[in-house]
């Protein structure tokens, strides 16, 4: 594939940008698919994301999107919020229900070298090659005289995710577990009332010590994206949340539910408030904090907020090494989405990014074990 054609740059969000991530479908094959609308809400700072755009003829093809953080630890930390080349991506025809290990992927590679399945993989892996090769100068460019980790959040059945990522080099150091939370009938609860951005920014630091043992905690567009709600004893707040409403288009539901849309049951009154339909609205919790003995109060600020908001269902992402998880798990009553099936396993992948006169340095650092990933819900959705 001639490379003429082909060009690479590093540009702000754009309508062309926007139009062409509207455009992906995201998920995995056999799982849930679907395409992401932007809540206003949510939109904070996108404008200041960088996006590596890889364009044909003028058209673009691809984006990594980069997200330049800063913990409270002062660390630099890379999160690639998009990846995806359009029509490149190896995916495996055989099982499309089979989650394709990290293993599983440098086999393919080993027993299919480039170019030997023809044009196709060729034009690929010079694509992808071209992608990665920017986007190590761009890591270089931002961090030169240490090390940055990126990291990225994949779906383990996702081939075509997980394949590319495997390509740029990220391994799997954790698996993110995604709490579902659901009523049919939520209430609303008179001790549980809106917090303002003033008093969250007043509440960094115990959100801060609560996240401590938390690798690339931040606090990127706290108070600008959603509204916290609190749940509040004798005057004093015992629990707080993030809340931000998402819409999707649904393309596919897990195949254990396809019955239901081809006979339409899923059209049925508390079905319909159960299953998601064409269009799928929910919200998500992040950025809680409870103090000791009041966590099942998280409980009640989710049923608080889906009355609110109008839908039946919230979602909270966490890392399975977090201390809070277990917990979570134990004190809250989920409600029966959580006990019909999950929405698949995520898997947290990172890559270090140094020179070579750093190698050393880097076998230490790649060996090193994370803490549990903070996970801010914008990143998922």
Request: hydrophobic letters at 35%.
């Amino acid at each position: 594939m001639s490379t003429s054609a082909l060009s690479i740059d590093l540009r702000d969000y754009d309508k062309e940008i926007k139009e062409f991530l509207g455009a992906v479908l995201i998920g995995s094959p056999g799982g849930i698919q679907y395409r992401v609308h932007r809540q206003k809400n949510t939109n904070h700072r996108d404008e200041n994301v960088h996006y590596l755009c890889l364009s044909k003829n003028l058209k673009l093809i691809g984006v990594v999107g980069l997200v330049e953080r800063i913990d409270i630890t002062g660390k630099k930390w890379l999160y690639i919020r998009y990846l995806h080349i359009k029509g490149t991506q190896y995916y495996n025809r055989h099982n499309k229900n089979t989650e394709l290990g990290w293993d599983t992927f440098a086999s393919y590679v080993q027993h299919n070298p480039r170019g030997s399945d023809g044009s196709r993989d060729q034009r690929r892996s010079l694509l992808q090659q071209l992608l990665l090769e920017h986007l190590e100068e761009y890591a270089q460019s931002i961090n030169a005289s240490r090390h940055l980790t990126a990291y990225a959040f994949v779906e383990d059945k996702n081939h075509q995710s997980v394949s590319l990522c495997k390509r740029f080099g990220f391994e799997k150091v954790q698996e993110i577990q995604t709490l579902l939370f659901h009523r049919f009938n939520p209430s609303f609860h008179t001790q549980i009332c809106v917090i303002t951005p003033k008093k969250i920014n007043e509440m960094r630091d115990t959100l801060e010590r609560f996240y401590k043992v938390y690798d690339a905690y931040h606090t990127e567009g706290l108070s600008e994206q959603g509204y916290f709600l609190g749940y509040r004893v004798n005057g004093k707040w015992v629990a707080i949340a993030r809340i931000m409403r998402h819409w999707w288009d649904i393309e596919s539901l897990p195949e254990y539910y396809s019955f239901l849309r081809k006979w339409r049951i899923d059209r049925l009154p508390y079905l319909r408030r159960l299953i998601p339909g064409r269009v799928f609205h929910f919200i998500s919790t992040d950025y809680f904090w409870f103090n000791q003995g009041y966590e099942k109060c998280l409980e009640q600020i989710m049923e608080h907020a889906i009355a609110n908001e109008k839908v039946h269902t919230a979602m909270i992402w966490i890392s399975k090494e977090s201390p809070h998880s277990k917990l979570l798990r134990k004190s809250i009553s989920w409600g029966l989405l959580s006990r019909l099936g999950n929405s698949g396993s995520v898997s947290l992948v990172k890559r270090v990014f140094m020179d070579n006169s750093q190698e050393s340095v880097k076998k230490r650092i790649d060996h090193k074990k994370m803490r549990p990933i903070f996970i801010n819900a914008r990143d998922m959705t």
